[in-house]
């Protein structure tokens, strides 16, 4: 039994070694561009328009069909805004701060994709229920996050969100893992790098907010 999960697992992994291949390799490309735009010294004039701009990609991305070269392209801007958005931590007093930020999302993100593997290895697939109730939690963050800010409470209530943000995305990290794992995607491996991205950038904020 466990010889024919280990040979299907092999089979699974050499099937989709190309794509995988490209996957982390453009997410690699995307988390260097908003590194460097980070580390640029661009100011973050006007968070909200980036905002705004950012849920405008991921909706564009999401639900227009369009040529990879230009996902690709979209992809770009969108990290160049995060990498804006990240500016404000381009100080010497945030070095510290920020260099255990990485160093613990990077840890995270390897023990999340480690069990997200396991999952695939055992043929476990984590279906679109349990998508739905990582997006219903996610949804119930958002609100409270802005709840906090509205009542000014954030401040005071930072490690708590920030907790859970974590919890939340380390189990995002786990799904997206077992559904590139397990997916179809029809060679499209931006969007599968996007998943990935977006869950190191949110766990990046987190650990950042949770530290400070």
């Known amino acids: 039994m466990e010889a024919s999960k280990t040979m299907n697992f092999i089979k699974l992994i050499s099937k989709k070694r190309v794509f995988l291949?490209?996957?982390?390799?453009?997410?690699?490309?995307q988390l260097g561009i908003t590194y460097g735009v980070s580390k640029s010294g661009v100011n973050n004039n006007?968070?909200?328009?980036?905002?705004?701009?950012?849920?405008?990609?991921?909706?564009?991305?999401?639900?227009?069909?369009?040529?990879?070269?230009?996902?690709?392209?979209?992809?770009?801007?969108f990290s160049i805004s995060f990498g804006i958005q990240l500016s404000v931590?381009?100080?010497?007093?945030?070095?510290?701060?920020?260099?255990?930020a990485i160093v613990g999302t990077i840890c995270i993100f390897i023990a999340m994709a480690a069990i997200g593997t396991l999952l695939s290895f055992f043929e476990i697939n984590l279906g679109y229920t349990f998508a739905s109730v990582l997006l219903y939690l996610l949804l119930i963050l958002i609100i409270v996050q802005l709840v906090a800010i509205y009542t000014k409470k954030y401040d005071a209530?930072?490690?708590?969100?920030?907790?859970?943000?974590?919890?939340?995305?380390?189990?995002?990290?786990?799904?997206?893992?077992?559904?590139?794992?397990?997916?179809?995607?029809?060679?499209?491996?931006?969007?599968?790098?996007?998943?990935?991205?977006?869950?190191?950038?949110?766990?990046?904020?987190?650990?950042?907010?949770?530290?400070n």
């Open 21 to 29: 291949l490209q996957v982390f390799a453009n997410l690699i490309t």
């Open 46 to 77: 006007n968070t909200w328009t980036l905002f705004v701009f950012q849920i405008c990609i991921i909706l564009i991305l999401a639900f227009v069909r369009m040529p990879p070269i230009v996902k690709f392209v979209l992809f770009c801007a």
């Open 89 to 100: 931590f381009n100080k010497t007093s945030y070095e510290d701060l920020v260099n255990f």
């Open 157 to 211: 209530h930072i490690r708590a969100i920030s907790g859970a943000g974590l919890f939340l995305f380390s189990l995002f990290m786990i799904y997206d893992t077992n559904h590139i794992l397990q997916r179809n995607y029809s060679g499209d491996f931006i969007t599968a790098s996007m998943d990935y991205y977006l869950d190191i950038i949110n766990t990046f904020y987190n650990v950042l907010n949770f530290k």
